[in-house]
């Protein structure tokens, strides 16, 4: 089946640090790969998409690229902010598989500190 | 994109008691879901609302725990009857836009239900 992994959290950071939050995947198919934020509070906001290996997905100074040979698609930002804080959800579709809900990683919390 | 309404936004309801949560979608859409946040956690599938006939439940979710209505391409309800403090969650419907790989999926605020 699908599954997605997602590094452990909180993730504690200084602002302007730089920002990796890891995410790997298995998936029957070729998966649409996404970055889902939620804010303290609110609900779940697209943050970025990727379709097929070797895109680049980007929004807010946020990026992320799927790399299908090591099955990752980590979310990057190269300088944080505290309004940053907020709950990263990795996520995926699998279209092959006729499966258009998504599978979620567990959440990375991220906590930025001025 | 789409935007999409839930009511209520938050209910805090007595254990035995049931909720129907709605959901509004400013456009027509195919596909809609339904999913459970459990506090600190990730969201699980419900079920997938199909208009016209009776939900796709995934397992562990059952119908008469978790009636869904879908009467047309803009409108779901979702319902947790006979609730008990374990359904305490955010409840968020989702819709698909786009066709294949453009597809993108979007969410409701959620309702956040606590259960006494």
């Known amino acids: 089946g699908n599954s997605v992994t997602q590094m452990e959290g909180p993730v504690t950071l200084s602002e302007e640090a730089f920002l990796t939050i890891n995410c790997t995947y298995t998936?029957?198919?070729?998966?649409?790969l996404f970055w889902y934020v939620q804010y303290p509070g609110e609900g779940l906001q697209l943050l970025l998409k990727a379709t097929k290996a070797d895109d680049k997905g980007s929004n807010k100074g946020f990026e992320a690229t799927y790399r299908k040979e090591t099955t990752s698609f980590h979310l990057e930002k190269g300088s944080v902010q505290v309004s940053d804080s907020a709950v990263y959800f990795c996520?995926?579709?699998?279209?092959?598989?006729?499966?258009?809900?998504?599978?979620f990683g567990s959440g990375t919390r991220l906590q930025v500190q001025p | 994109s789409a935007v999409i309404s839930q009511k209520p936004s938050r209910d805090i309801c007595q254990r035995g008691t049931s909720l129907t949560i709605q959901c509004q979608v400013d456009s027509q859409v195919t596909m809609m879901f339904w999913y459970r946040q459990q506090p600190g956690q990730s969201l699980t599938l419900i079920a997938t609302a199909n208009q016209g006939s009776e939900a796709t439940y995934e397992s562990g979710f059952v119908i008469d725990k978790f009636p869904i209505s879908r009467p047309n391409l803009t409108f779901s309800t979702l319902t947790v009857s006979n609730m008990s403090p374990e359904d305490s969650s955010i409840y968020l419907c989702?819709?698909?836009?786009?066709?294949?790989?453009?597809?993108?999926?979007?969410f409701g605020p959620g309702t956040r239900l606590t259960v006494l």
């Open positions: 989702s819709v698909v836009t786009g066709t294949g790989r453009t597809d993108t999926q979007y």
């Open positions: 998936a029957t198919g070729y998966p649409s």
């Open positions: 996520a995926l579709s699998d279209l092959d598989t006729g499966r258009r809900a998504l599978t």
